[in-house]
């Protein structure tokens, strides 16, 4: 039987090395592993046709099938563990769901009526799914962080917690256990099941990735049998700076601003002449309404304070909030129903910055659409008298602009030792439209990994095969990120020849 080709191949994953060999009676032979890579391709081509299906047009297929077919991804390999997986119902052999974090894109279809297993995740997002989709306590089983846990019903699959730093709740998952059972829908079945190896798999959901994750004791030095990688920003375009130096931007700006602002006038401040970012951004599905609070008749004594508002999701970018509130020392002031959602995270800190009375609050926690020309100045309207002017934040990776002459092919020893430039309150820029008294910023913040830190991270950790879960719907876009992991895993073999170390050099714990 031929070989499938490169091109074939090719699709599947990265970092495909020979797994070790087994006795025949335990493991698999040559035979079905090539029969097991043929599957995979297959695999793949389904999981296409299901992405290529918006969730609208399935409900047809579902009356008259039962339900949508999870990709094979979705299901950890040889286990009957499925993560992020809710649109899909009960999967065959599935005894255990996981849920990375909540965001709609990954608890799609889970409702009060799932009854369908239960669901693991972390405390924080186990308090938002019971508050925001009345999920039954009963199939929500929060995880400690950190804390090793063994699955019920999984034939001996154990689970650790690590933090993901993406949005409040956000879980990777790292599995241990041997493959027991071809689970799900896909029809690859795994020649290991049965066998005596045991199985690491890293789940990342959501990150951004930082030295802090390869240096966890559950991941270095330990080899990785699968890592299924968040691809969101794999693109040598996307290079967006720092988080750490984002958010910190934003504080000293804040300060700035309002300092300079409240002792003069904001129109003496504002340079006209500034260079502006353009504004790009997807929709966000999760707008918050507004409680209607006013401030109608203030007094005109306060008419000179300066009302900072940051936008947000519904879950996501609060870092940027507490750093401008601890700058400020000023309370945060948001609606009603986002304030139950802050109170669901296990954020003391937050908790104690939180206020129902917007006059009392210098630093509003507003949706991130209303960042912007339009929606800002109503918003501001109904707190005349109260603050004179606005400064807005407005917080997403699509805000960034790939810098001219930027090489978009480089090699990965080019990536991993390009100068990174340091982010700073000066690298900030009002945006279109702003004035003198809605003063606003696009600011190039995402809790995605960068190009630069994927890069980073893949060359940080030992792993046998890569698994890319979003931007995977077409054949050609799959071709191009296993470019990029090909080219991973033969700078990682470059590195260990030339006796570099493990982990790549990094500034700070926080990022490379």
Same mark, same amino acid.
């Given at each position: &039987?031929?070989?499938?080709? $490169?091109?074939?191949?090719?699709?599947?994953?990265s970092?495909?090395?020979?797994?070790?060999?087994?006795?025949?009676?335990?493991?698999?032979?040559?035979?079905?592993?090539?029969?097991?890579?043929?599957k995979?391709?297959?695999? @793949?081509?389904?999981?296409?046709?299901?992405?290529?299906?918006?969730?609208?047009?399935?409900?047809?297929?579902?009356r008259?099938?039962?339900?949508?077919?999870?990709?094979?991804?979705?299901? &950890?390999?040889?286990?009957?563990?499925?993560?992020?997986?809710?649109?899909?119902g009960?999967?065959?052999?599935?005894?255990?769901?996981?849920?990375?974090?909540?965001?709609?894109?990954?608890?799609?279809?889970?409702?009060?009526? @799932?009854?369908?297993?239960?669901?693991?995740c972390?405390?924080?997002?186990?308090?938002?799914?019971?508050?925001?989709?009345q999920?039954?306590?009963?199939?929500?089983?929060?995880?400690?962080?950190?804390k090793?846990?063994?699955?019920?019903?999984?034939?001996?699959?154990? #689970?650790?917690?690590?933090?993901?730093?993406?949005?409040?709740?956000?879980?990777?998952?790292?599995?241990?256990g041997?493959?027991?059972?071809?689970?799900?829908?896909?029809?690859?079945?795994?020649?290991?099941?049965?066998?005596?190896?045991?199985?690491?798999?890293?789940?990342?959901?959501?990150?951004?990735?930082?030295?802090?994750?390869?240096l966890?004791?559950?991941?270095?030095?330990?080899?990785?049998?699968?890592?299924?990688?968040?691809?969101?920003?794999?693109?040598?375009?996307?290079?967006f700076?720092?988080?750490?130096?984002?958010?910190?931007?934003c504080?000293?700006?804040a300060?700035?601003?309002?300092?300079?602002?409240?002792?003069?006038?904001?129109?003496?401040?504002?340079?006209?002449?500034?260079?502006?970012?353009?504004e790009?951004?997807?929709?966000?599905?999760?707008?918050?309404e507004?409680?209607?609070?006013?401030?109608?008749?203030?007094?005109?004594?306060?008419?000179?304070?300066?009302?900072?508002a940051?936008?947000?999701?519904?879950?996501?970018?609060?870092?940027?909030?507490?750093?401008?509130?601890?700058?400020?020392?000023?309370?945060?002031?948001?609606?009603?129903?986002?304030?139950?959602? $802050?109170?669901?995270?296990?954020?003391?800190?937050?908790?104690? &910055?939180?206020?129902?009375?917007?006059?009392?609050?210098?630093?509003?926690? #507003?949706?991130?659409q209303?960042?912007?020309?339009?929606?800002?100045e109503?918003?501001?309207?109904?707190?005349?008298?109260?603050?004179?002017? #606005? #400064?807005?934040?407005?917080?997403?990776?699509?805000?960034?602009?790939?810098?001219?002459?930027?090489?978009?092919?480089?090699?990965?020893?080019?990536?991993?030792?390009?100068?990174?430039?340091?982010?700073?309150?000066?690298?900030?820029?009002?945006?279109?439209?702003?004035?003198?008294?809605?003063?606003?910023?696009?600011?190039?913040?995402?809790?995605?990994?960068?190009?630069?830190?994927?890069t980073?991270f893949a060359?940080?950790?030992?792993?046998v095969?890569?698994?890319?879960?979003?931007?995977?719907g077409?054949?050609?876009?799959?071709?191009?990120?296993?470019? @990029?992991?090909?080219?991973?895993?033969?700078?990682?073999?470059?590195?260990?020849?030339?006796?570099k170390?493990?982990i790549?050099?990094?500034?700070?714990?926080d990022? @490379?």
């Amino acid at each position: &039987m031929p070989r499938p080709s $490169l091109s074939s191949r090719v699709h599947l994953h990265s970092f495909s090395k020979p797994p070790p060999s087994e006795s025949s009676s335990r493991g698999p032979n040559a035979f079905s592993l090539l029969m097991s890579s043929r599957k995979e391709n297959e695999a @793949w081509k389904l999981a296409e046709v299901d992405l290529a299906k918006p969730e609208s047009a399935m409900g047809k297929a579902r009356r008259r099938e039962g339900r949508r077919k999870a990709p094979f991804y979705k299901v &950890m390999q040889g286990m009957p563990v499925a993560v992020d997986a809710f649109r899909y119902g009960k999967i065959p052999g599935v005894t255990a769901y996981f849920l990375t974090h909540a965001h709609s894109d990954h608890y799609t279809n889970l409702s009060s009526k @799932w009854k369908n297993g239960p669901i693991y995740c972390s405390r924080t997002t186990a308090n938002l799914i019971k508050l925001m989709l009345q999920v039954d306590p009963k199939w929500v089983h929060p995880l400690e962080v950190d804390k090793p846990f063994i699955i019920p019903g999984t034939g001996g699959v154990e #689970v650790t917690v690590l933090e993901a730093n993406h949005c409040p709740g956000s879980s990777l998952f790292l599995f241990k256990g041997k493959q027991t059972v071809n689970a799900g829908d896909s029809g690859f079945n795994s020649p290991y099941v049965g066998s005596t190896k045991v199985f690491r798999y890293l789940h990342c959901g959501d990150f951004r990735a930082s030295p802090r994750h390869v240096l966890h004791p559950t991941i270095k030095g330990h080899k990785l049998d699968i890592v299924y990688l968040d691809t969101t920003y794999l693109n040598a375009k996307y290079c967006f700076p720092p988080q750490k130096q984002v958010i910190e931007a934003c504080a000293e700006l804040a300060r700035t601003l309002v300092n300079r602002g409240e002792s003069a006038s904001l129109e003496e401040t504002f340079d006209p002449g500034f260079p502006t970012n353009d504004e790009e951004d997807k929709p966000d599905l999760n707008l918050l309404e507004d409680d209607g609070k006013s401030l109608e008749g203030v007094g005109a004594s306060e008419a000179k304070r300066i009302l900072v508002a940051v936008g947000t999701y519904s879950i996501g970018k609060e870092r940027i909030v507490k750093a401008v509130a601890k700058a400020l020392n000023s309370k945060v002031y948001c609606d009603g129903r986002k304030r139950d959602i $802050l109170l669901c995270q296990d954020d003391p800190d937050l908790h104690d &910055m939180l206020t129902s009375d917007p006059k009392e609050a210098q630093v509003h926690l #507003v949706p991130l659409q209303t960042i912007n020309l339009e929606r800002i100045e109503p918003y501001f309207t109904r707190f005349r008298g109260s603050f004179s002017s #606005v #400064v807005g934040f407005r917080p997403t990776g699509w805000t960034y602009s790939t810098p001219a002459g930027t090489d978009l092919f480089p090699s990965v020893g080019q990536v991993i030792s390009r100068p990174q430039k340091t982010f700073t309150s000066s690298s900030l820029n009002p945006m279109r439209n702003s004035n003198a008294k809605y003063r606003l910023y696009g600011v190039p913040y995402s809790e995605h990994s960068s190009f630069h830190e994927l890069t980073c991270f893949a060359l940080s950790v030992d792993v046998v095969k890569i698994i890319a879960t979003v931007n995977v719907g077409s054949a050609k876009s799959r071709g191009m990120m296993n470019k @990029w992991f090909e080219k991973w895993e033969a700078e990682r073999k470059k590195r260990a020849k030339e006796g570099k170390p493990s982990i790549v050099p990094y500034r700070c714990l926080d990022y @490379w």
